[in-house]
């Protein structure tokens, strides 16, 4: 089999969610002997990255001097102005591909540029996230008027772009079952998973951890309402307890933050996050934006974690119809009782958190995962 994978950030290159959906796809057309042909973003002028899996990489180079002509083509069209964020020439790396049996585009917003673009093969679109869904949530919740404002206009164009895709696709895909319920019908939820690494240690300090890119705006919301709001009152209860933020990207200003309170400290990037959070007694998720797998709650799960989150979280936090195992807090005042608790309590903690480990190991291998998803791109490509 001769697979092409278009993504909008090629793995290697920062950390985001659809490059780590990216890897997942590698290593399930892997696990069905495909040469796959991968075509992605890569910052302009930095090496060809060596992704394991691809036999062979094509690089778009983005171009933040052109964001302004790309703004003005995604408003043209009628595409989602996030189309622009991952805009440039497509046309030259996608020229001579081919033929394939099987064609996978990732992101909504992506594929009404390549659109015209693919070879003529059977297409999956895994649309990762909703994002027309998490448009419409930041609409209502972001602190920012004029990013609401911002939203509100984008929001339509993400659902046409998502409803455009759904017309051309032979298997649509998200990664959770509230994902596939927001996107077209027939969309078919399957996770990113986690990594299942060795046990991790049950004896752990009073360590609350939230981890994640910070510079995705959900993140960087969600670790300035711990800080400000919620850990003063878990410090309060817990004088011992300490807080650790810990993900790349991280603005300025959240940094600041970071220094100026008590217990508190932020690391950013990480260098080994499964390490980071096998110091942690409990993962915090204050997260009330955004869709697509909480990746923070099944990595924090696998590693041992208690975790309490949103309900908002919680509710992407399910697989094979089974809700993972943690904590539920709404508001701050709620946050910081549940989190106090499981700091004071080390058995309550330790044992949610083997409750969760075996939870990833029973629905979130990313092994498991790899193959059911390899299933799928089989049956996309042989399907009449």
């Known amino acids: 089999m001769r697979a092409l994978l278009v993504v909008p950030r090629l ?3 920062g950390h985001t969610g659809d490059r780590v959906r990216t890897e997942l796809h590698l290593e399930a057309l892997a696990a069905l002997g495909a040469r796959v042909t991968l075509v992605g973003g890569a910052p302009a002028g930095a090496p060809v990255p060596v992704v394991p899996g691809a036999a062979e990489v094509k690089v778009v180079p983005a171009r933040k001097v052109l964001l302004p002509f790309f703004l003005a083509r995604a408003a043209w069209n009628g595409w989602p102005f996030q189309t622009a964020l991952c805009d440039g020439p497509w046309e030259k790396a996608l020229e001579g591909t081919g033929p394939f049996d099987l064609a996978v585009v990732l992101l ?3 594929h009404p540029r390549v659109r015209a673009l693919l070879p003529a093969a059977p297409l999956v679109v895994d649309y990762v996230d909703a994002l027309s869904e998490a448009a419409r ?7 920012a008027l004029w990013r609401r404002l911002y939203w509100k206009l984008e929001a339509p164009r993400l659902e046409r772009a998502e409803r ?3 017309r051309d696709a032979r298997l649509l895909l998200a990664t959770t079952p509230f994902d596939a319920g927001a996107l077209p019908e027939g969309t078919v939820a399957i996770a990113i998973g986690a990594h299942v690494g060795p046990p991790p240690p049950r004896e752990r300090g009073p360590v609350v951890v939230f981890t994640g890119r910070m510079g995705y705006r959900p993140n960087a919301v969600a670790a300035e309402l711990l800080l400000r709001e919620i850990w003063p009152g878990v410090r309060a209860r817990v004088p011992r307890a300490e807080l650790v933020i810990g993900g790349a990207d991280a603005p300025r200003a959240l940094r600041r933050l970071a220094s100026a309170t008590d217990g508190a400290r932020l690391v950013s990037p990480v260098a080994d996050m499964r390490a980071l959070l096998c110091t942690a007694r409990v993962a915090a998720v204050p997260v009330d934006m955004g869709t697509g797998t909480p990746i923070k ?5 696998e590693a041992g974690c208690a975790v309490v989150a949103t309900p908002a979280a919680a509710s992407r936090a399910v697989l094979d119809g089974v809700a993972a195992p943690l904590r539920t807090a709404e508001g701050a005042g709620a946050f910081a009782r549940e989190l106090a608790t499981l700091l004071a309590d080390e058995g309550t903690a330790a044992a949610q958190g083997e409750r969760g ?3 990833v190991v029973a629905h979130a291998d990313r092994r498991v995962v790899g193959l059911r998803l390899a299933s799928l791109l089989r049956g996309a490509a042989e399907s009449p």
């Open 137 to 143: 949530q930041n609409a209502r919740r972001d602190p």
């Open 297 to 301: 709650v099944f990595e924090a799960l």
């Open 108 to 110: 909504a917003r992506l």
């Open 164 to 166: 455009e895709a759904a």
């Open 11 to 13: 793995p290697g290159t």
């Open 357 to 359: 480990r075996a939870f």
